[in-house]
């Protein structure tokens, strides 16, 4: 008797037969196990190959940028699969806006890949929370993207365990501009709470978001998860926007 797998693949077999799809970039045809995007599309996109060590920000050689020299962040890694430029920028928006967006699958499966690498399959962190969004947020939006790309990337990296009750958002809104950035930052702080915090005593987090822009509330969210006991935050992206791109950078 075939397996449910093996009745998935038929399935999206007979798909590609009848309603052949094409990737969203150069409408090559795609293979059946291809989301949106196709090989060629993929090695193309905008991957970070040398960054910041700490907040991957892209530089020449892989170093510590002069903004962390300065001002070291309080997570221990930022880690991006990619720039946000074209066609992440547009993917990130789909992202945003569809729960069902296939870019969601693909990029977070090949983020699964890069991340496995990246720690070399070891010391990787044992606990992965999403960036925690307002219940209002989530129910305008209808879900909340930070943990569809946590989900995905949970089933090829099993053994950092998603946890989606630990950290939460009270408040909604950000600080104002006037305040300055101590204020600021305690402000935001204070909008994230951490629940069973027993649970992460101690334990290695990767805090998971779609798209990473100054890095403020990945700060505000890592200072409460450490003052809970967490022994150290990661932070994992699919996009990063750099200091060349900040201007078309959009966080919705
Ligand atoms: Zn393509
Ligand atoms: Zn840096």
Request: some cysteine; charged content about 20%; overall charge positive.
């Amino acid at each position: 008797m075939p397996s449910k797998m093996d009745l998935a693949t038929k399935l999206l077999e007979l798909q590609q037969t009848f309603f052949p799809r094409s990737c969203s970039l150069c409408r090559e045809a795609l293979n059946p196990k291809q989301e949106i995007f196709c090989a060629n599309c993929i090695e193309d996109l905008p991957y970070i190959s040398h960054s910041c060590i700490r907040c991957s920000e892209p530089l020449l050689t892989a170093s510590i940028c002069p903004e962390c020299q300065k001002d070291p962040p309080n997570y221990r890694q930022c880690i991006s699969l990619c720039d946000y430029s074209y066609p992440i920028s547009l993917a990130i928006n789909n992202i945003k806006k569809n729960p069902h967006a296939p870019e969601t699958k693909q990029l977070s499966r090949i983020f699964s890949e890069y991340l496995s690498r990246a720690y070399n399959d070891s010391n990787m962190p044992e606990i992965m929370i999403p960036m925690p969004a307002h219940p209002l947020k989530i129910f305008s939006r209808g879900f909340n993207q930070s943990y569809l790309i946590a989900q995905f990337l949970s089933i090829n990296l099993e053994n950092t365990l998603l946890r989606n009750d630990i950290c939460f958002r009270k408040k909604l809104g950000k600080p104002q501009r006037m305040q300055n950035r101590q204020q600021r930052m305690k402000i935001l702080a204070s909008s994230f709470g951490v629940k069973k915090s027993s649970e992460i005593q101690g334990k290695s987090l990767a805090l998971v978001d779609d798209v990473v822009t100054t890095g403020f509330t990945a700060k505000a969210v890592t200072a409460n998860l450490l003052q809970a006991g967490a022994k150290s935050v990661d932070l994992w992206c699919i996009a990063k926007t750099s200091w060349h791109n900040y201007s078309s950078s959009i966080k919705m």
